[in-house]
């Protein structure tokens, strides 16, 4: 009833343009907390206030998950013979904020430049797009979308493309036609009745390559393509800063493989076996790589003596597909800032114990104290099992919660 209502409300897309028009002309408020009207008729994502006001910053222990479990994801990876990069697309607001409404101050701390300051310490192979696009002279995002614009996404993709150091066309030299032809994804929601296209530029080339399935357009979950001329094989995870950075990549590469997807199925890099795999993610997402765990079998380590205590850690196991998905939040008083945290998993029937590394996850009511492990159904003891879980702070490892499972 409320679809047919929704959908048979006269004038309802008039009146929600009007009052648009009124609210943030006028008033100078929000109609909807999904967009912000800004300054010389600029829009901005509204979810990427917070990251503009610097409101939520992540911890540094939550900064200590993240950056293990972005090792945890490379380490996979590289076991299966592929390489990882990583690049974060920056919010709007991030590279042209001056446009935003005067009474949203702009914080002074920001998780991307905390999170790209710790990434220089590591051996990832970060694209740092914040940089790459704070460089230019042009404005390379859309003013009524949240995403860059066609330039913008060739400057990505001639990045990504160098990283790789693959021979590629720069479109540098090549003409293009600009024309009124993109419609914001920010104007539809605040102005559905009055749209103004913008302008976007479009290279005049002819492409090689070609969608393995048909596919309605680049926003789709899943995508493959192939182009005979070329050799490299790419598996990207990526959002919707990924819709014009499709085509652009796929003309240069052998196969491409293109997941929106969430949580990132891992199990993939093993299925399609590419050179590289690019994780892509926007900036107010960066808490979601402690968020959601992608799928993969967990990493084996050497097993660890640990003394039994009694706590309030958690477990949980459910099956998930093909997987034991084994979570819970570990007590916070054995919590720190670098506490490790293992999964012992020992075959009741022969005493065998194998010990997994799990992902390291935010939680609600915690400062990210939470796990969480895949593990295949093959690999789980046929005759039952007993799990603990292992914290180690400063060398000194504890177990903080046992739980038995049967056959």
């Given at each position: 009833?409320?679809?047919?209502?929704?959908?048979?409300?006269?004038?309802?897309q008039?009146?929600?343009?009007?009052?648009?028009?009124?609210?943030?002309?006028?008033?100078?408020?929000?109609?909807?907390?999904?967009?912000?009207?800004?300054?010389?008729?600029?829009?901005?994502?509204?979810?990427?206030?917070?990251?503009?006001?610097?409101?939520?910053?992540?911890?540094?222990?939550?900064?200590?998950?993240?950056?293990?479990?972005?090792?945890?994801?490379?380490?996979?990876?590289?076991?299966?013979?592929?390489?990882?990069?990583?690049?974060?697309?920056?919010?709007?607001?991030?590279?042209?904020?001056?446009n935003?409404?005067?009474?949203?101050?702009?914080?002074?701390?920001?998780?991307?430049?905390?999170?790209?300051?710790?990434l220089?310490?590591?051996?990832?192979?970060?694209?740092?797009?914040?940089?790459?696009?704070?460089?230019?002279?042009?404005?390379?995002?859309?003013?009524?979308?949240?995403?860059?614009?066609?330039?913008?996404?060739?400057?990505?993709?001639?990045?990504?493309?160098?990283?790789?150091?693959?021979?590629?066309?720069?479109?540098?030299?090549?003409?293009?036609?600009?024309e009124?032809?993109?419609?914001?994804?920010?104007?539809?929601?605040?102005?559905?009745?009055?749209?103004?296209?913008?302008?976007?530029?479009?290279?005049?080339?002819?492409?090689?390559?070609e969608?393995?399935?048909?596919?309605?357009d680049?926003?789709?979950?899943?995508?493959?393509?192939?182009?005979?001329?070329?050799?490299?094989?790419?598996?990207?995870y990526?959002?919707s800063?990924?819709?014009?950075?499709?085509?652009?990549l796929?003309e240069?590469?052998g196969?491409?493989?293109?997941s929106?997807?969430?949580?990132?199925?891992?199990?993939?890099?093993?299925?399609?076996q590419?050179?590289?795999?690019?994780?892509?993610?926007?900036?107010?997402?960066?808490?979601?790589?402690?968020?959601?765990?992608?799928?993969?079998?967990?990493?084996?380590?050497?097993?660890?003596?640990?003394?039994?205590?009694?706590?309030n850690?958690?477990?949980?196991v459910?099956?998930?597909?093909?997987?034991?998905?084994?979570?819970?939040?570990?007590?916070?008083?054995?919590?720190?800032?670098?506490?490790?945290?293992?999964?012992?998993?020992?075959?009741?029937e022969?005493?065998?114990?194998?010990?997994?590394?799990?992902?390291?996850?935010?939680?609600?009511?915690?400062?990210?104290?939470?796990?969480?492990?895949?593990?295949?159904?093959?690999?789980?003891?046929?005759?039952g099992?007993?799990?603990?879980?292992?914290?180690?702070?400063?060398?000194?490892?504890?177990?903080?919660?046992?739980?038995?499972?049967?056959?």
């Amino acid at each position: 009833m409320s679809a047919y209502f929704e959908d048979h409300f006269s004038f309802r897309q008039e009146m929600v343009t009007a009052n648009a028009f009124i609210r943030s002309g006028l008033l100078k408020s929000e109609t909807t907390d999904q967009v912000i009207a800004g300054k010389d008729e600029w829009l901005y994502f509204g979810g990427e206030l917070s990251d503009f006001q610097g409101d939520e910053m992540l911890s540094e222990r939550e900064f200590y998950n993240i950056l293990h479990n972005l090792n945890l994801i490379k380490s996979y990876i590289e076991k299966q013979g592929s390489r990882m990069i990583l690049t974060i697309a920056p919010n709007k607001s991030t590279l042209y904020g001056e446009n935003m409404p005067y009474y949203y101050a702009e914080g002074e701390n920001s998780n991307l430049e905390k999170l790209t300051t710790l990434l220089e310490e590591t051996d990832i192979t970060y694209v740092d797009l914040y940089k790459l696009f704070s460089e230019q002279e042009d404005i390379l995002y859309f003013e009524k979308d949240s995403h860059w614009n066609t330039k913008g996404a060739v400057l990505v993709y001639n990045a990504l493309m160098e990283e790789m150091g693959l021979e590629h066309e720069t479109y540098e030299t090549l003409s293009y036609t600009t024309e009124k032809n993109h419609i914001g994804d920010l104007e539809e929601i605040l102005y559905p009745m009055d749209i103004e296209k913008e302008d976007d530029i479009s290279y005049e080339k002819e492409f090689s390559y070609e969608y393995v399935e048909e596919i309605a357009d680049n926003m789709e979950a899943w995508i493959e393509t192939i182009n005979s001329k070329k050799e490299t094989k790419v598996l990207m995870y990526r959002d919707s800063f990924g819709e014009k950075l499709v085509p652009l990549l796929a003309e240069e590469i052998g196969e491409g493989y293109f997941s929106r997807l969430v949580p990132y199925n891992l199990a993939q890099v093993g299925q399609y076996q590419p050179d590289y795999v690019i994780i892509e993610r926007v900036e107010r997402k960066i808490a979601a790589f402690a968020t959601e765990a992608p799928v993969m079998e967990g990493s084996v380590v050497e097993n660890i003596d640990a003394a039994e205590i009694e706590t309030n850690t958690t477990i949980e196991v459910n099956m998930n597909g093909s997987y034991l998905m084994i979570k819970g939040n570990v007590d916070e008083a054995y919590i720190n800032t670098n506490t490790e945290v293992y999964i012992a998993v020992e075959d009741i029937e022969n005493g065998v114990t194998k010990t997994y590394q799990p992902f390291y996850m935010l939680t609600e009511a915690g400062d990210g104290n939470g796990y969480q492990l895949y593990l295949s159904s093959a690999s789980m003891p046929e005759g039952g099992c007993q799990m603990r879980v292992i914290t180690i702070n400063n060398e000194q490892a504890y177990t903080v919660a046992v739980m038995s499972m049967e056959e």
